[in-house]
Nanobody, 116 residues
């Protein structure tokens, strides 16, 4: 059974930074692509960033240059460093297994609120 546990969300002012973490269990993490998604109120969930098993990354245009995805295979954890946050980054952030498409059920997510 795959479990995904996200953490690190919070409330920040525009221009601030947050680092999200996602720990995965029930998968061979080192061989798995991982993605961060977000869902703003009233909007469809979207892929924000992804990293494959080799470390190659992919970003949505709206976050490129501001967000960085990384992974620690020993800790079975994927991170999302978010800098220069904007109000439009406000959303619930989720992680999932897979480089292009989510493969498993969603975890509880972590709320990110960017507001002055």
């Amino acid at each position: 059974q795959v479990q995904l546990v996200e953490s690190g969300g919070g409330s920040v002012q525009p221009g601030g930074s947050l680092r999200l973490s996602c720990t995965a269990s029930g998968v061979i993490f080192s061989l798995s692509g991982m993605g961060w998604y977000r869902q703003a109120a009233g909007k469809v969930r979207e892929l924000v960033a992804a990293i494959n098993s080799g470390g190659s990354t992919n970003y949505a245009g709206s976050v490129k240059g501001r967000f960085t995805i990384s992974r620690d295979n020993a800790k079975k954890t994927v991170y999302l460093q978010m800098n220069s946050l904007k109000p439009e980054d406000t959303a619930v952030y989720y992680c999932n297994v897979g480089f292009k498409d989510p493969l498993y059920s969603w975890g509880q997510g972590t709320q990110v609120t960017v507001s002055s």
